[in-house]
Each structure stands twice: as structure tokens, then as C-alpha cells.
């Protein structure tokens, strides 16, 4: 709040201080030192290969120099002037010293980059002139030298994994430097074209000059960026020839490996200066532990005090932390035996003295301790993470008081104290479980390579396991009810089952059931389809309730799903529901003849949306299911599938219309397509023009209608024939009058 009370030019050196702390937001990586005016020169390759730290360090120099004339100028600026000058210098100071940063990580990557240049000619040239392992290794080959080449293995594995996210992270940072580039070299054109039309050309001029500060800087930010994904990639391929070059070492010394005296004795005497330190530091806690109580007990005293509820629970804490302090000062103690043990056990199997059951036996115990050591590095890390947070509150609360001058209880002092204490014990004891659990890990290791751990009984018994706790494996919960992959596969096995069964019940009930109640085939397919949704829909109901589901719980949703149904799914749900209604009423049922658009079809297939019919072409027709309800349809079958036919028979004037009746009476009765019940008749229907009109009237089957009516046909031609009755044809009477001569002109046809 006082920032304006200070003299104008160190408020631009504060307002400079403050830029070069806020950072950049252009990234890291670059090119050549540019010019302050101009247009400065594309990053490219090349230019980034030509980098070298003496390169650098002179750009640095000139650098410098304009650093220092710019703050010159800053301060030959009267005192107590703070105008638009005194801002572009300080943004301008600000903008070099950045750069200069960017200048300081390039010298420092390029001479990364030339230890790893250095390092891999070493080990190319130790790839060429590979020595044998027992000359490159110094002896004595025991136990300490293997764990030196077991933690130099480790450390390349790790570095794998780390470098592979560092040049993840670079290539961001890279790609995003030159989008800042490019920007930046955007607006430094920009600014520069408008130089030729500002009236303010000195402004114009100064906004130029920071345009092309940033422009450089960006430049330089891009090049450094390059030159660290370079390193890191050169890093990477580093890592697999030293790999290479470890590897027959390793084997080497682990098939040669000596466990001399001096070796167990060294380890003995580290043991014991450990026990000292500890049976030390466990005194020292034991006492504190005494100190402590007498404190929560003086604290208790103290009940009725001004503020005894903080205090009392405070040194309560540091009571806990004290007994904490002791068990971990034990674990470690007990842990020395534990350490002691594996050493034993690695000697043993390193120099092959144990027998391959024993060995079995100790990878099976191995394998245990790994997994329970894994749990309590779990917790250790979590009660660390809770005392770091807790003694950064502690902390901080202490240095409020001490700006503010309050004098805070001893109490809060002694907690932060113990608080400190406790962490630096924890960090020793998950230090000690990381030893602990390196040394077994390759004890691990080192049986693997002795015995065959493999066990037909173990491996069926953790693939019984993992199997079962994938088939348990909690999905997802409804209602507060677990709902697990068995759940899901089991409902997918019982909707598939369950359709399958569905369709086969509905057939066996159309086959026994409806056929036995004197059902014709369409009322059969009508009512097996209804039975078929009906068990599904069991089914479906089954599965919800697997699902701890139930229909109430969807009176949310059902509003809003009728609505989309209504207006998405209209045509849908009015076929499907035109469908059931058509297999309810049955008013066309499978196998029914019917007449649509003039057309006689059969009825094959009645589905849930559409019906499929065949004329009698034998093609195929989709029917949506509510067009047989909006429309009228003929249904010849309906009831029975006996029809009444009629053929239209003219004969000429002057024929007995009785023995007419009479011929064709006789023919329809000679055919036994022809029904009796009822009877054929024939109809006297008209005097037409040219004929006298008979229309012969008869029942048959729907199936044979066509070849009925061809039939009779042939036989009426015939009965007419051998009975002399002359069917009509049109005649006409043509009427002259004759009372004048007609008068008949012969016209020429003109030639074209």
C-alpha cells in the first residue's frame, strides 16, 4: 500500500524486479542474438546447432551492455518524474534481464549437452573395447559390490521412466514456445507497419523497440527449449548402452560372488553402532514420554483455566507423538533383526548352500513380508503427509503472532518442536522401510534366478482368487445395493436365455394349448406373439429386479420420455402399438387373404411394427401395422376362407332365358370346387344392348378362386355350345334414308 510513496525511479526498478518475478509466458528455447531493430531471423535448425557456451557467454556480454545503458538512462531521469519514459526503460530493463535468464539456461543446458557429448564418446568407447568382467570389476567380489551394480541398474530403470515424461513435458513446452513466437512476430510486424502511420513516431517507435524485445526474447526461449529436448534425447540414448554394459557384469558377479569374513564382520560392527544409536535414542524418548505426561497431567490441573481445552488436547498430541516415537524406535530395533536375517538369507542363496524347497519356502515368506511392507509404507506415508500439514499450520499461526508481536503459550512451541522432531524420525523410518524393502526385493530377484517359484496349486489357487475378486468387483450401486460383474453377466445371460425361452414357450403353447381349442393358424400366431411379450416381459422385470431396480423409480423420467417418444418416435410407437391392437382384436390374423389398394395379397408375418404380405407374384410387401387400422382393408378370411364368386355371362336375343338358367346351374354343379352348401344360383340381371345378361353366383375356397373360375368357364363355353346357345357380341343397326340419291365425291390427294 505504500508502493507510491517511494521515489519515482525506485518504483521502475521495483516495477522491473516485479516483471522478472512474475516470469514469462512465453516458454524456454531460442535462436541468435537479434538486432533491436529489423526484422529478426526465423528459428531454424541450424542456427540452434551452431550454439555454443562461448557463443552464448559473448551474447551475454553485449547483453549486458544494453542492461546497463538502459538503467544509465533510468537513472539520468530528475527525481520525482515517473512519465511514459521512465515506464518504457523500466519494461525494457525488465524484458533484457529476462532475457538474460534465458541466455544464463542456454549456457547451462549447453554444457549439459557437452558432459553427455563426453559421456557417450566414454561409453561408445567402452561398447568398442569391451573388457571382460572380471578384469572391469575391482574385487573383493562380495555382496557390497553387487548391491553397488544392483542400485546403479535400478537407478538407469528409474531414469527410463523419468526421462520419457521430462521430453513428454519439453515437446509441450517446445510447441508452445513457438506458438509465442509466432505471435510475438505477428504483433512485431504489426507494429512495425504502423510506424509509417503514427503521428506520435516516438511512441511509435518505443512500442516497436518492446516488440521486438519480446519478439528476441521468444527466439531465445524456442532455442533453448530445442537445445533441452536435444539433450534429453541424447540422455535417452545413453541408457540402453550402459545397460548393455552392465548387464554381463551383473551376471558375472553373481555367479562368481566370494562372502568373505571381513564382509560379514563390517556389516556386524554397522549393526551394532545402529543398536547403539537407537537403545540412545529410545532412552531419550522414554524420558521425553515422562516429560510429557507430567505436562498433560500439570494441563488437566489446569481445567478450570482461561482457555484449558487447546492446551490440554495440544500436549495430549505430544503425548501421542511420544508413543509414537518409541514404537517406531522399536519397529526400527526389531528391524535390524529383520535386515540382519535377509543378509543371511541372500548369502546363503547367492553361494547356492540352500536346498531348492528351503528356497521355495523363503520366496513364499518373501513374497508375504513385500506385500505387508508395501501396506505400512501406505500408512507411513499418509500420517507423514498429515504432521507435514499439520506443522505448516502450527508454523505459520507461530509467525502471525511473531509479526504482530503476540506472545504465543509454550505450549505451541513445544508442539511445533515435536512436530519437527516426529518428521524427521518418520523420514528416517520410511527411509529404513525403503532399505528394508530394496534388500527384499532382491532377495526376490535372486530366487527367482536359483529355483523355479512356479506352482501348479498356488498359481489355480491366485487365479481361483483374482478371478473370484473380479467376479465380485463392485461396479457401480443402486439404492445403496452393490451392483457387481456377476450381476451384469447375469443379467445379459438371463435376457438372452430368457428370449430364446420366451419364444420357444409361446411356440410349444401355440403347437399344444391354442391349436387343441379349436384356433385356426392366424389366432394361433396372434396369440403365441401376445404369450411371447408377455414372458419376456417377465423377463425384463427379472433383470430389473437384479438390478435392485423397480418401476417406480422410472416416474421421474416417464414424463419426460413420454414427451420424446411422443414426438421423436411417433410413427414407432404408433405401428408398434397399431400392432398390438391387431394382435388383441385380430381383425387380420397370419395367413388371412386380404384386399389392399386394389390388390389381393396374403397375410405371412404379423410383427410388432410392420406386417409382411405376398402378393401373387410372389413378392413381398412392408405394411406399417397402423395402415391396416386407418384404412379399410378387405379381409376375405376373416371368418371362414369360403367366398362368393360371380361370372357375367351375355347371350344373344331370342334365347330361352330358361334353358339359359337352367345350362349354367347344371355347369357350376358339375364342378365339386363349387360349394352345394350353399347352393350355386344364377341371376337373370339384365337386357343389355346386344345381350341378354346372366350372372352365375357360386361359394368356394378363397385358395383355389382363380382356377375355380377358369374352370367354369371352359365348361359354360362347352354346355352352350352342345346346347346352341350363341353367346352376344355388340351388333349394330345401321338406318339409310333413302329418299335422295347420296351424293359420293371423289377428291385427288394433292402431291406435297
Given at each position: 500500500?505504500h508502493?507510491f510513496?517511494l521515489p519515482p525511479?525506485?518504483v521502475?526498478l ?8 512474475a516470469g514469462?509466458a512465453l516458454?524456454?528455447?531460442g535462436?541468435p542474438?537479434?538486432?533491436l531493430?529489423?526484422?529478426p531471423?526465423a ?6 546447432a551452431?550454439?555454443t557456451?562461448?557463443v ?6 553485449a547483453l549486458?551492455k544494453?542492461?546497463?545503458t ?7 531521469l530528475?527525481?520525482g518524474k ?10 525494457e ?8 535468464n534465458?541466455?544464463l539456461e542456454?549456457q547451462?543446458t ?12 566414454e ?5 568398442q573395447?569391451r573388457?571382460?568382467?572380471?578384469v572391469?570389476l575391482?574385487p573383493?567380489?562380495?555382496v557390497h559390490?553387487l548391491?553397488?551394480l ?6 538407469l530403470?528409474q531414469a ?6 521430462d521430453?513428454a513435458?519439453v515437446t509441450?513446452?517446445l510447441?508452445e514456445?513457438?506458438d509465442t513466437l ?5 504483433a ?20 516497436l523497440?518492446f516488440a521486438?524485445?519480446e519478439?528476441r526474447?521468444?527466439q531465445?526461449t524456442?532455442k533453448v527449449r ?6 534429453l534425447?541424447?540422455?535417452?540414448s545413453?541408457?540402453e548402452p550402459?545397460q548393455?554394459l ?9 555367479a562368481?560372488l566370494v562372502?568373505?569374513?571381513?564382509e560379514?564382520?563390517?556389516a556386524?560392527?554397522?549393526?551394532e553402532k545402529?543398536?547403539a544409536?537407537?537403545?540412545?535414542a529410545?532412552a531419550a524418548a522414554?524420558q521425553?514420554?515422562?516429560k510429557?505426561?507430567r505436562?498433560v ?5 489446569r481445567a478450570t ?6 492446551e490440554?488436547?495440544s500436549r495430549?498430541?505430544d503425548r501421542q507423538?511420544v508413543?509414537l516415537?518409541?514404537?517406531?524406535l ?7 533383526d ?6 543371511d538369507?541372500?548369502r546363503r542363496?547367492l ?14 515368506a518373501n513374497r ?8 505400512q509404507?501406505?500408512l507411513?506415508l499418509?500420517?507423514?503427509?498429515k504432521s507435514?500439514?499439520?506443522l505448516?499450520?502450527?508454523?505459520a499461526?507461530l509467525s502471525r503472532?511473531?509479526?504482530s508481536?503476540e506472545?504465543q ?7 511445533a518442536?515435536?512436530?519437527v ?8 523410518e520410511?527411509?529404513d522401510?525403503?532399505?528394508v524393502r530394496?534388500e527384499r ?7 527367482g534366478?536359483?529355483v523355479s ?10 487365479t481361483?482368487?483374482n478371478?473370484?475378486?473380479?467376479w465380485n468387483?463392485e ?13 451384469i453377466?447375469?443379467?445379459i445371460?438371463?435376457?438372452i436365455l ?5 419364444r420357444w ?12 381349442i379349436?384356433?385356426n393358424t392366424?389366432?394361433?400366431?396372434a396369440?403365441?406373439?401376445l404369450s411371447f411379450?408377455g414372458?419376456?416381459l417377465?423377463v425384463?422385470?427379472?433383470a430389473?429386479?437384479?438390478?435392485h431396480?423397480?418401476l417406480?423409480q422410472?416416474?421421474?423420467?416417464s414424463?419426460a420420455?413420454a414427451v ?6 411417433q410413427n ?6 397399431s400392432?398390438?391392437?391387431?394382435l388383441?382384436e385380430?381383425?387380420?390374423n397370419?395367413?388371412d ?9 396374403t397375410v ?7 406386417t409382411?404380405v ?11 401395422n397402423?395402415r391396416?387400422?386407418e ?6 378370411t376373416?371368418?371362414?376362407?369360403v367366398v ?5 355371362v351375355?347371350v344373344?336375343?331370342g334365347?330361352?332365358t ?6 349354367l ?7 365339386e ?10 341371376h337373370f340381371?339384365d337386357?343389355g344392348?346386344?345381350?341378354?345378361v346372366?350372372?352365375?353366383?357360386f ?5 383355389g378362386?382363380?382356377?375355380v373360375?377358369?374352370e ?8 352352350f ?9 355388340p351388333?349394330r343397326?345401321v338406318?339409310?334414308v333413302t329418299?335422295?340419291?347420296l351424293?359420293i365425291?371423289?377428291?385427288?390427294k394433292?402431291s406435297v
Open positions: 500500500m508502493f510513496l525511479r525506485r521502475c521495483a516495477f522491473a524486479s516485479l516483471l522478472l518475478l514469462t516458454g524456454v528455447a535462436l542474438a537479434l538486432p531493430t529489423g526484422t531471423p528459428t531454424n535448425a541450424a542456427d540452434a551452431d550454439l557456451p562461448e552464448v557467454a559473448a551474447r551475454r556480454v549486458q544494453e542492461i546497463a538502459t538503467r544509465t538512462e533510468l537513472g539520468k530528475p527525481e515517473l512519465d511514459d519514459t521512465a515506464l518504457r526503460l523500466t519494461q530493463t525488465a524484458l533484457l534481464e529476462r532475457i538474460d534465458v541466455y542456454q547451462h549447453l554444457q549439459h549437452a557437452a558432459d553427455l557429448t563426453k559421456e557417450a564418446a561409453v561408445e568407447e567402452r561398447t573395447a573388457r571382460p568382467p572380471e572391469s575391482k573383493p567380489y562380495g559390490l548391491d553397488q544392483y542400485a546403479e541398474r535400478d537407478y530403470e527410463r521412466g523419468w526421462l520419457k515424461t521430453v513435458n509441450a513446452a510447441a514456445a513457438r509466432a505471435e510475438k512476430d505477428r512485431r510486424r504489426a507494429t512495425r507497419e504502423a510506424l509509417d502511420k503514427a503521428t506520435d513516431r516516438a511512441k511509435a517507435q518505443s512500442e523497440r521486438e524485445l519478439s526474447l521468444a531465445e524456442v530445442e537445445k533441452a529436448l536435444h539433450t534425447k541424447l540422455q535417452q545413453l541408457l550402459k548393455a552392465l548387464r554381463p557384469s551383473f551376471d558375472w558377479l553373481r562368481h562372502v568373505a569374513d571381513d560379514i564382520a563390517a556386524r560392527v554397522l549393526r545402529r543398536e544409536e537407537l537403545a540412545t529410545i522414554k521425553e514420554a515422562d510429557v505426561s505436562l497431567i500439570a494441563a488437566e490441573r483455566s482461561a482457555n484449558p481445552t487447546e490440554l488436547e495430549r498430541a507423538i508413543n516415537t518409541l514404537g517406531v522399536a519397529a526400527q530395533q526389531e528391524r535390524l529383520e535386515a540382519e536375517k535377509i543378509s538369507l541372500r542363496v553361494a547356492g548352500s540352500a536346498t531348492s524347497e528351503g528356497m521355495r519356502s523363503w520366496d513364499a508375504a513380508e513385500l506385500e505387508r511392507l508395501e501396506k509404507r501406505k507411513q499418509t500420517d507423514l503427509e507435514r500439514g499439520e505448516q499450520d502450527l508454523q499461526r503472532a511473531s509479526a508481536g506472545t503459550p509454550a505450549w505451541t512451541v513445544d508442539r518442536q515435536r512436530l522432531a516426529w518428521l524427521a524420525l518418520s523420514n528416517v520410511f527411509a522401510l525403503d532399505s530394496t526385493l532382491r532377495l526376490k530377484e535372486e530366487l534366478a536359483r517359484s512356479f506352482s501348479w496349486s498356488d498359481t489355480t489357487a491366485a481361483w482368487q478371478a473370484n475378486a473380479a468387483y461396479v457401480f450401486s443402486v439404492k445403496d445395493q452393490p451392483v457387481r460383474v456377476k450381476t453377466l447375469a443379467v445371460l438371463l435376457i430368457g428370449h430364446w425361452l420366451s414357450m409361446s411356440a410349444l403353447i401355440a403347437r399344444t394349448v391354442f391349436h387343441r379349436g384356433l392366424g389366432r394361433r400366431a396369440w403365441q406373439t411379450y414372458l419376456f417377465i425384463i422385470l427379472t430389473f429386479n437384479l438390478f431396480l423397480s417406480t422410472f416416474s421421474v423420467v414424463g420420455l420424446g417418444i411422443g414426438f421423436g418416435s414407432l410407437i404408433n405401428n408398434f402399438i400392432g398390438i391392437i391387431l388383441v385380430r381383425p387380420i397370419q395367413g387373404v386380404i384386399e389392399l389398394d386394389g390388390q389381393v395379397v405371412q408375418e404379423l410383427g410388432p411394427r410392420s409382411i405376398r402378393s401373387g407374384d410372389n413378392t413381398h410387401v412392408i405394411v406399417p397402423s391396416l387400422l384404412q379399410s382393408v378387405t379381409n376375405w376373416l371368418s371362414d376362407d362368393r364368386k360371380k361370372i357375367k351375355g344373344a336375343y334365347t330361352s330358361r334353358e339359359v338358367d337352367r345350362v346351374k347344371e355347369v357350376m354343379l358339375t364342378l370346387s363349387v360349394n352345394r352348401n350353399p347352393a350355386p344360383d344364377v340381371s337386357f344392348d346386344s345381350a341378354l346372366f350372372e352365375a353366383h361359394w368356394s375356397s378363397v385358395a378362386r382363380i382356377e373360375e377358369t367354369l368357364r371352359h365348361r359354360i363355353a362347352e354346355a355350345a352342345q346346347a346352341g346357345i350363341v353367346m352376344s357380341f351388333q343397326d338406318h339409310l329418299s335422295q340419291p351424293q365425291e371423289v377428291v385427288a394433292k
